[in-house]
């Protein structure tokens, strides 16, 4: 190592990854811990601080040019000491002048004085909050104004924030590109309208309420019908859009969204209350880039005689037609009884065809209770198809996995609760030369022994999962 010049072994501590190496390496010698010192950017730091104050200065004189910095107390109990405070971020931003990308995550004892010290943070671009119980509206706002670099800002269960001034600030500097509020129930989609004229330069934006679906939608207060002129917002550079969990109509808040997305390239609208084969007809007719979709159903009540879910074959017929650059598609259905097929939307063969349609290379059908081994037959055809995840689909069985065995390009296979598949299917797949992973979790009639050999690499769990798991949600009570 003493014969190494320091510009090679300035590349060779870049080029490792993990940080408890790097630490390592660093206590080899004086020369390296210095260089260590130097090229050290980012740091993960949260329940091994302590003192934390103390610790974290001791971390930012180390380290003079972190540029990224993540504190994290997830899983954080009062044994482990004192969590970093309002004192430990003004550390933070008198420390660290590059300062650009910062996540606070499970930090409760930090508030609205302490994020006002990110004011001094002049530089910083990216701003992640998860769960900051005493942070609210006006601790946000100082964010705001103090930060005019911000690009990227993520707010995710902050219950105490609820008023949104922060937001209509951030909307009229124009410099967010992407955006993501979740699980705050202080905000709804129309106060997500007061951002404005920021939608223009947003490239990513995700909103999403867990909630009890069955709870009553809130009502926008300004809403007049027949006068659409508040939501006439530009949005067209907008390339990745999720909308999970939210009651939508027409002309009503975030709905105005699907209309106006026109540059999109990934799309996922999970458990969306309102949407009808019109509104994603009238998106899909625009977005001719969408190369991933995610959708997820649950069967609603249809001109109260029967229950299904609210998108039928219209919809994939118009994403076949309009977006032929689709490679990545998940289709989940739930609470779909498997005594009524009928409650899915989609018929088999209009799966089938959109796969034989589109170059889809990634393909999750998850509680797909109309789709058999005979739909199994047509995926079989694709020749793009390389990963396919099957959930809960009931009536998959062995035929239906000797069929999917001589898909030309199949790599992946993942079968999760599929209660039909038994040893004799898994045995068909020795034929699906291609075949290099194979993921079984939660098929009770598929043995440990009967995979092993099945693919090049094999994840076998005879656990079954929850219901959430399975599915994508996170329900909660209403509050009263």
Same mark, same amino acid.
């Given at each position: 190592m003493d014969n190494l010049s320091e510009p090679l072994l300035?590349?060779?501590i870049k080029r490792i990854a993990k940080t408890s190496d790097r630490n390592s390496l660093s206590l080899v010698s004086k020369q390296l811990y210095t260089i260590d010192a130097e090229q050290r950017d980012a740091i993960h730091v949260g329940c091994g601080l302590h003192p934390a104050t103390?610790?974290?200065?001791?971390?930012?004189?180390?380290?003079?040019?972190?540029?990224?910095?993540?504190?994290?107390? @997830?899983?954080?109990?009062?044994?482990?000491?004192?969590?970093?405070?309002?004192?430990?971020?003004?550390?933070?931003?008198?420390?660290c002048s590059s300062l650009t990308d910062l996540t606070l995550n499970f930090c409760s004892y930090i508030d609205d004085s302490g994020i006002?010290?990110?004011?001094?943070?002049?530089?910083?671009?990216?701003?992640?909050?998860?769960?900051?119980?005493?942070?609210?509206?006006?601790?946000?706002?100082?964010?705001?104004?103090?930060?005019?670099?911000?690009?990227?800002?993520?707010?995710?269960?902050?219950?105490?924030?609820?008023?949104?001034?922060?937001?209509?600030?951030?909307?009229?500097?124009?410099?967010?590109?992407?955006l993501v509020v979740k699980d705050c129930k202080g905000i709804s989609q129309y106060d997500l309208l007061k951002f404005g004229?920021?939608?223009?330069?947003?490239?990513?934006?995700?909103?999403?309420?867990?909630?009890?679906?069955? @709870?009553?939608?809130?009502?926008?207060?300004a809403y007049v019908a027949h006068y659409p002129y508040r939501y006439d917002i530009c949005c067209e550079n907008m390339k990745e859009l999720k909308l999970a969990h939210i009651v939508t109509k027409p002309e009503i808040g975030l709905h105005f969204l699907l209309g106006k997305c026109r540059a999109l390239e990934k799309l996922w609208l999970e458990y969306v209350i309102g949407l009808t084969?019109?509104?994603?007809?009238?998106?899909?007719?625009?977005?001719?880039?969408?190369?991933?979709?995610?959708?997820r159903l649950i069967p609603l009540l249809c001109h109260a005689i029967y229950f299904r879910t609210a998108l039928t074959d219209d919809s994939l017929k118009a994403l076949a037609l309009?977006?032929?650059?689709?490679?990545?598609?998940?289709?989940?259905?739930?609470?779909?009884?498997?005594?009524?097929?009928?409650?899915?939307?989609?018929?088999?063969?209009?799966?089938?065809?959109?796969?034989?349609?589109?170059?889809?290379r990634v393909l999750m059908l998850n509680g797909a209770s109309n789709f058999d081994d005979e739909g199994m037959k047509g995926l079989s055809s694709s020749r793009s198809l390389e990963t396919l995840e099957l959930v809960d689909c009931m009536f998959i069985?062995?035929?239906?996995?000797?069929?999917?065995a001589h898909t030309p390009n199949l790599r992946n296979l993942t079968l999760r609760k599929c209660v039909c598949v038994t040893d004799n299917g898994v045995s068909e797949l020795v034929h699906a030369q291609n075949l290099e992973s194979l993921t079984i979790i939660g098929c009770h009639r598929i043995s440990l022994k009967a995979v092993q050999g099945a693919a090049r690499s094999v994840y076998y769990s005879a656990e079954s999962e929850k219901h959430e798991s399975l599915k994508g949600m996170k329900m909660t009570r209403s509050s009263k």
């Open positions: 300035v590349e060779i103390e610790a974290l200065a001791s971390l930012c004189s180390r380290f003079p040019n972190l540029w990224k910095v993540v504190i994290d107390y @997830s899983g954080w109990i009062s044994i482990h000491g004192k969590q970093l405070d309002n004192q430990g971020l003004l550390v933070l931003s008198s420390h006002g010290y990110l004011a001094y943070c002049k530089k910083l671009r990216s701003f992640r909050l998860n769960f900051a119980p005493a942070i609210s509206s006006r601790g946000l706002l100082s964010v705001a104004v103090g930060c005019k670099s911000l690009c990227t800002f993520h707010l995710v269960d902050c219950m105490k924030v609820g008023s949104v001034e922060w937001l209509e600030y951030l909307g009229r500097a124009g410099s967010l590109e992407e004229r920021g939608f223009m330069k947003l490239q990513r934006f995700e909103y999403e309420i867990n909630r009890n679906y069955w @709870s009553s939608a809130a009502r926008d207060p084969d019109n509104d994603v007809i009238a998106l899909f007719q625009n977005c001719g880039n969408l190369r991933s979709l995610s959708l309009y977006c032929p650059m689709l490679q990545v598609l998940e289709l989940t259905f739930t609470f779909c009884s498997e005594d009524y097929p009928s409650e899915v939307g989609f018929s088999q063969e209009g799966i089938v065809n959109l796969v034989q349609s589109c170059p889809i069985g062995d035929l239906g996995m000797r069929s999917i």
